[in-house]
T-cell receptor
């Protein structure tokens, strides 16, 4: 069964360092998302991406964050200069959205980022 | 603005007992409602969804949820809990004005032998 894969599963970094989280969405999907979950808190939307550009982003997704689809398979989230409060589980998701807003998002297993 | 409230951060039931996980939503437009499950050390998996068709929605692993507009609720139920149901369950809402999912805080389901 097709699945969304994320790497790394866990990354520890020093504050101020750049981090890139990688995702391989399901191959025929066109819509891509990043969500994050700070430990003990709600899952929060970060950004959605369609047709090689950001379609929506939340207030969390400030200038320190960027997304890219560098080739036909990968979808990356970059944090330029990590802060302690960026420590969270980051989930990538993809969808074909044929079902419109009722369409299912398929999630990866998450990348846990720990900023020291 | 849309929001989701899940009552109870932890719910504990005995194996074989009824599971009831509560979700209330707030939405000014007809909502699309979802239940996702997160097993330990795994990603988020869709259990079921409401997309304005039948109000009683059946999902995987014998879970079902009923959309009640008058109560703005979308509670998740399962007639008989199994040990493998131990996980965290998230309710989420999405409108047709944007494609974000707005999430509840999650409910951790604990199954007692």
């Amino acid at each position: 069964e097709p699945e969304v894969t994320q790497t790394p599963s866990h990354q520890v970094t020093q504050m101020g360092q750049e981090v890139i989280l990688r995702c391989v969405p399901i191959s025929n999907h066109l819509y891509f998302y990043w969500y994050r979950q700070i430990l003990g808190q709600k899952v929060e939307f970060l950004v959605s991406f369609y047709n090689n550009e950001i379609s929506e982003k939340s207030e969390i997704f400030d200038d320190q964050f960027s997304v890219e689809r560098p080739d036909g398979s990968n979808f990356t989230l970059k944090i330029r200069s990590t802060k302690l409060e960026d420590s969270a589980m980051y989930f990538c998701a993809s969808s074909d959205m044929r079902g419109g807003p009722g369409g299912e998002l398929f999630f990866g297993e998450g990348s846990r980022l720990t900023v020291l | 603005a849309q929001s989701v409230t899940q009552l109870g951060s932890h719910v504990s039931v005995s194996e074989g007992a009824l599971v009831l996980l509560r979700c209330n939503y707030s939405s000014s437009v007809p909502p699309y409602l979802f239940w996702y499950v997160q097993y330990p050390n795994q990603g988020l998996q869709l259990l079921l969804k409401y997309t304005s068709a039948a109000t009683l929605v059946k999902g995987i692993n014998d879970f079902e949820a009923e959309f009640k507009k008058s109560e703005t609720s979308f509670h998740l139920t399962k007639p008989s809990a199994h040990m493998s149901d131990a996980a965290e369950y998230f309710c989420a809402v999405r409108s047709d004005s944007n494609y974000q999912l707005i999430w509840g805080a999650g409910t951790k389901l604990i199954i007692k032998p």
